[in-house]
């Protein structure tokens, strides 16, 4: 109808065709004579002609004529046409808006899904924050502190395994996995911290270990009584035990050392497992141990889990035949091989069948995600493996697997240089395939801290490192303020000792416990520095490392750029290492530059890119100071573990230049227009 | 154009029972249904019983306000029934307000109806975010400009529609309830321990038990519509009551049982994650069927939207009548329809459209028609104390009356203690506009030549015309 308004608008007054109004109107304010008479509408009078003047009386058009005297010039052809054209038109027009419609849908690119639009923040639940006052970190804790989580622009919480377990192996020794220990919570927390979570926006996945169970597993205990169903859902196998020394049915390995076989004084065989004595393996060929995971997963799905972190993936099957592995020394006497490393494990590790294995439980999750925004995640937690055996967790582009294998390159790293972390970046970027999305992390439960690990002068930088490559940022909690590894000479836990230094409580402020606990204890002490290094203090320093994370986090979350751009990695040396991020559409370029070298670094970018302009802006900094500022491309300077994100226009970008195209990489192409304010994929 | 000149162009009775209950089906149900049971479970405190309840108290107080609303329009069989009864109780002015109350607000309905159809029309395409704005609104505009021509043919032609569009919106609903008494009566054993244990859940306090009332009595709104289309009933006395009591109890019904049938399929916590209740009920019951639910939706707000346009248009075509608009308003098409006021409406709504910034303005002005609601029991009170023998058909009871007007004056108060200042001085500034309007060109009556030759142009280029009867005459053959 915009149309019809700008045509009325343009229409010449034809004064001919109009006169003032004549006729009488009554006035409708007259008070009523009779009060018990209904009220009525006054109509207008129409003029009637006085009987001895019609034949010499001319009607004219007026405003308020009634029918008779508008049907006489209505028809009229220079009423009628546009009339029929108005009408028209405005047909024309409803069907030029619903082809717009249907042509923007068309040409619009797969939307990013929850766990790509954002990073995603790993908890080690027995750390972040105690609630009952116990000294451990509960459920109730973390939903406490969702506001703090928000506030990062986190848009997943990760957390790690709260199943009901004997305190073994950091809880992946599950002893129900449909039951929350109780040192956690209940389920009813759970249930609320789901919800609470949900009403936030974010997302919440957790992890999920189904290659073993606890001995104390209500399962084992019936399989080792041979009852029923359950006698074949572990691993079992003749052995010979006399004298108290056991002599297993192979060389099989435990990832901890010694044989991965225990005999069972119960059934009078062996069972299998490749962690600890107390985590026998699942059987996983047999097809009702398949069907009881998938019913795991899918009691968790129903209460709103929105995916899972599957652990221990590659352990799932081992071959039938129980052939000894081989040596890596072949020349070393076979009983003296007791640790891990000194085999090959070829038959007891991602064995045919195991990625089928892995597709099943993707299809399982399929059956929860057919609701719009309800799609479920899944990721595989990937250790010690070739780089092509990693990316085979993503699947094929026929059949789907996990949506990404974890990245623990960057998180493994303890030599930190300007080619090695450009070795981690393109050894993931190269290999990748094509259309996946990738992810990053800089630390985990299962490595030493990032500080710790390589210094404390190297957190910006790897933070800005992360929402700067493409693809999801993956923090654990605590790599946003700095913190670092606890020292520790003596413990009550049975827990290898080197294992714990990165599960330290959470520093929330420089109350006593870091402000975890109201508690006398806590089940690890906190790290010694945090009187500096909390959360409270880092809130009022405009330098501190969170300050730089959210910056970087809303910069993430605000940018195209940032989230669905070209990735162009030009340069590395033994300092530094420079890329760039850009999108079709948008004529800003993002240009990174990054030192992790162990001095400071002078830079020249017009070596790198012969088109950059003399001057680029400082658009954030690990400095923030210098934010803001300008820079002489001849000469960039980065002290030690500073990274410094440029922002400059470019006519012609990287990604469409034939000496760049080798170095850039994207996931899914899309282009944006500003005049629409729309992301489109045919360009 | 003999034939053109022997039919009547003025706006008939001509609409019956079926045509009554199908408006009134069709004004009640929007898409409060398919996302209020998450509003009213959460302000429940997740207690499956109460929130039960909740809905059963809604739909009482809902029958008691559409009640008061049919005194109103049986006694004034007009169309703009509510427009006529302000005027006689409390004089030409705060008819007028309440009509620059429609004005901005009628408009405001349009776009946010139109655009919501559009997002749920468009969403399923966008399944991992929220779609683009631009091809929403590009939507938006198609349907509310098909919207305005089905208007322009007149009632007749959109009685089918209204026909499909309620058995649609009852056919969701019945679906969804059959399928969960379904699943109750086949005795799967979480399903029916739900509802067994449906009160065990902590009791909300009060002031979270009256929100849930609010947001279960915002799906059940739109009973009193009818007293836009008084004056296009036949037999009004007669066809109102006999609406009124079809179209709420069986809305009633079919709301208590697809809650039923959410809560016996869904877990409490499941429905408060979801954003829209029947989606994620449709993938728990029929996956397949899943896809299909956001277009139903979407279907089911076009006659949503089809009923407004038809409703802001007889306001302005009746307050041209009266004088309290240009007389361009108050003109006919050849199909006894209202051509210039759903133009007006169109329009203004296709700019809220456009520059979406103003639904949020206009939406401040929503609160104030519990002012009208209230002014309208005051006005029944009125008129039966100052004129006893006026003829009356139908007397609401008396009580009914003062519930309405209790709901309708916490609707006022509670966001007036909450909220903060700015809302109310824009309001008043609202209506001190509408005073600025109201002296210069009503009041005092001042003619622009200018307007009246564009009032004669428009009527010969849209071929529009004073209506031939009066309004009264239509009254005066009814009764």
Redesign the interface.
């Given at each position: 109808m915009n149309e019809d308004k700008d045509k009325r608008d343009s229409i010449q007054m034809s004064m001919k065709g109009c006169r003032t109004n004549n006729g009488f109107v009554q006035n409708e304010d007259i008070q009523e004579q009779d009060p018990d008479s209904r009220d009525t509408p006054q109509s207008n009078a129409v003029s009637i002609p006085a009987p001895e003047e019609p034949q010499l009386k001319v009607v004219r058009p007026y405003a308020g004529m009634p029918k008779e005297v508008l049907f006489q010039f209505s028809g009229q052809a220079r009423y009628r046409v546009p009339r029929e054209i108005l009408f028209w038109l405005t047909v024309v027009s409803v069907f030029l808006l619903i082809g717009a419609t249907i042509a923007i849908i068309i040409i619009s690119p797969k939307c990013l899904d929850w766990w790509q639009a954002g990073p995603m923040y790993q908890i080690y639940p027995r750390s972040f924050k105690d609630s009952d006052k116990d000294g451990n970190g509960d459920l109730k804790g973390i939903q406490e502190k969702l506001d703090y989580i928000t506030a990062l622009n986190i848009k997943t919480i990760w957390i790690t395994s709260f199943y009901k377990s004997p305190l073994k192996d950091f809880r992946y020794a599950v002893e129900d996995f449909k039951e929350i220990d109780p040192i956690f919570g209940t389920m009813k927390d759970f249930e609320n911290l789901v919800a609470a979570v949900h009403d936030k926006g974010l997302k919440l996945i957790i992890d999920f270990i189904p290659n073993h169970t606890s001995d104390k597993h209500p399962w084992f205990q019936s399989s080792r009584t041979r009852s029923g169903k359950y006698t074949d859902y572990y691993i079992w196998h003749n052995c010979t035990h006399a004298n108290g020394v056991t002599t297993p049915p192979n060389n099989w390995l435990s990832v901890y050392g010694n044989s991965s076989w225990q005999f069972d004084e119960e059934r009078k065989q062996c069972y299998f497992h490749q962690f600890l004595k107390e985590q026998p393996d699942l059987n996983f060929r047999n097809p009702a141990v398949q069907e009881e995971i998938k019913e795991i997963i899918k009691f968790w799905l129903s209460k709103g889990v929105d995916g899972f972190s599957f652990d221990a993936v590659k352990f799932l099957l081992e071959a039938k035949d129980l052939r000894n592995e081989i040596q890596v020394n072949t020349s070393q006497i076979p009983d003296t091989v007791t640790r891990y490393s000194e085999l090959y494990h070829d038959f007891t590790t991602t064995q045919v069948g195991m990625h089928d294995l892995v597709r099943d439980f993707r299809q399982t999750m399929n059956q929860f995600s057919r609701e719009p925004g309800r799609y479920r995640f899944m990721g595989t937690e990937v250790s010690a493996e070739s780089t092509e055996r990693t990316m085979v967790y993503y699947g094929l582009s026929f059949i789907q697997e996990a949506d990404f294998p974890f990245n623990k390159y960057l998180a493994t790293l303890d030599t930190l240089s300007g080619h090695t972390v450009y070795e981690a970046i393109t050894s993931w970027m190269e290999n990748m395939p094509e259309g996946k999305w990738p992810n990053w992390m800089i630390g985990g439960p299962e490595t030493s801290r990032l500080t710790s690990r390589v210094g404390s002068e190297y957190v910006n930088a790897m933070n800005m490192l992360l929402f700067t490559l493409p693809g999801t940022p993956i923090t654990y909690y605590g790599e946003e303020i700095g913190m670092g590894d606890i020292s520790i000479t003596n413990l009550n836990e049975r827990y290898d000792t080197n294992a714990l230094l990165s599960k330290s409580p959470m520093q929330w402020d420089n109350s006593s416990n870091a402000g975890f606990t109201e508690a006398n204890h806590t089940w690890l002490p906190t790290n010694s520095d945090y009187h500096t290094v909390n959360v409270d203090v880092q809130k009022t320093q405009p330098s501190s490392a969170l300050r730089l994370y959210q910056d970087l986090s809303l910069l993430h979350a605000r940018e195209l750029l940032l989230s669905r751009g070209w990735f162009c990695l030009l340069r590395d040396d033994n300092h530094s290492v420079v890329y760039t991020r850009e999108l079709d559409g948008i004529d800003k370029v993002f240009l990174v530059v990054l030192n992790f070298g162990e001095s400071s670094t002078v830079l020249n970018l017009q070596e790198t890119i012969s088109d950059v302009p003399t001057k680029l802006r400082i658009r954030l900094s690990t400095n923030p100071a210098s934010k803001g500022s300008d820079v002489d491309t001849h000469a960039v300077s980065l002290e030690k573990g500073e990274g410094l994100i440029l922002e400059h226009s470019m006519k012609t970008l990287l990604h469409h230049q034939k000496a760049f195209r080798d170095k850039c990489f994207i996931s899914n192409r899309a282009c944006y227009s500003s005049v629409l304010d729309l992301l489109y994929s045919s360009c | 154009?003999a034939m053109?000149?022997e039919k009547k162009?003025y706006l008939k009775r001509q609409l019956g029972y079926f045509w009554g209950t199908n408006f009134l089906i069709i004004n009640i149900i929007g898409a409060g249904i398919f996302v209020s049971p998450k509003g009213v479970l959460q302000y429940s405190s997740m207690n499956v019983g109460v929130s039960l309840c909740v809905w059963v108290f809604c739909a009482v107080l809902s029958m008691t306000s559409t009640l008061c609303a049919a005194e109103i329009g049986i006694t004034?069989p007009?169309t703009v029934a509510h427009y006529?009864f302000l005027?006689?109780c409390f004089g030409?002015f705060v008819a007028f307000l309440r009509l620059w109350t429609s004005l901005f607000t009628g408009p405001g309905v349009l776009a946010s109806q139109a655009l919501l159809l559009?997002e749920y029309g468009?969403?399923?395409?966008?399944?991992?975010?929220s779609a683009?704005?631009?091809?929403k609104k590009?939507?938006a505009?198609?349907m509310?400009?098909?919207v305005?021509?089905l208007n322009s043919r007149g009632v007749k032609e959109l009685s089918w529609l209204q026909t499909v569009s309620m058995v649609l919106k009852m056919g969701i609903l019945s679906f969804i309830s059959l399928s969960g008494l379904f699943l109750l009566v086949t005795g799967r054993k979480e399903n029916v321990r739900r509802l067994q244990n449906a009160f065990d859940a902590e009791f909300p306090e009060v002031s979270r038990l009256i929100e849930a009332i609010f947001q279960g009595y915002f799906a059940f709104s739109g009973g009193g519509s009818f007293t836009y289309v008084a004056g296009e009933l036949k037999e009004p006395s007669k066809t109102i009551p006999r609406c009124i009591f079809t179209a709420l109890p069986l809305v009633t019904v079919v709301y208590l049982l697809a809650n039923l049938s959410y809560l016996t399929v869904l877990s409490p916590?499941?429905l408060?994650?979801s954003?829209a209740v029947a989606?994620?009920w449709t993938?728990r019951v029929i996956?397949q069927l899943?896809w299909s639910v956001?277009f139903a939706i979407s279907a089911s707000l076009f006659s949503n939207l089809v009923t407004s346009v038809f409703e802001t248009s007889r306001t302005s075509y009746?307050a041209s009548?009266?004088?309290q608009l240009p007389?361009?308003c108050?003109t006919l098409n050849v199909h006894s329809s209202p051509f210039i006021a759903v133009?007006l409406d169109?329009?203004m709504g296709?700019?809220a459209i456009v520059l979406t910034n103003l639904i949020e303005l206009i939406n401040y002005l929503f609160f104030v028609f519990s002012i009208w609601t209230v002014l309208s029991v005051i006005g029944i009170l009125k008129l039966r104390y100052?004129?006893p023998?006026?003829h009356r058909p139908y007397k609401v009871f008396s009580p009914f009356l003062f519930i309405t007007a209790a709901i309708s004056l916490s609707m006022v108060l509670i966001p007036l203690i909450k909220s903060p200042k700015m809302q109310y001085i824009y309001v008043f500034l609202f209506f001190l506009g509408g005073l600025l309007f109201y002296v210069p060109l009503i009041h005092f009556k001042l003619k622009l030549?200018w307007f009246?030759?564009?009032?004669?142009?428009?009527?010969?280029?849209?071929?529009?015309?004073?209506p031939?009867v009066?309004?009264?005459h239509v009254?005066e053959e009814e009764s």
């Open positions: - | 154009m053109d000149i162009i004034f007009y006529y005027k006689r030409p559009a468009i969403q399923p395409f966008y399944p991992s975010c683009p704005a631009v091809p590009c939507l505009l198609a509310l400009w098909i305005g021509i916590q499941e408060l994650s954003d989606l994620t993938d996956p899943t956001p009746i009548r009266n004088g007389l361009l108050s133009l169109v329009s296709s700019i100052q004129e023998n006026l030549i009246q030759k564009l009032t004669c142009y428009l009527q010969l280029l849209f071929n529009i015309c004073i031939d009066s309004d009264e009254a």
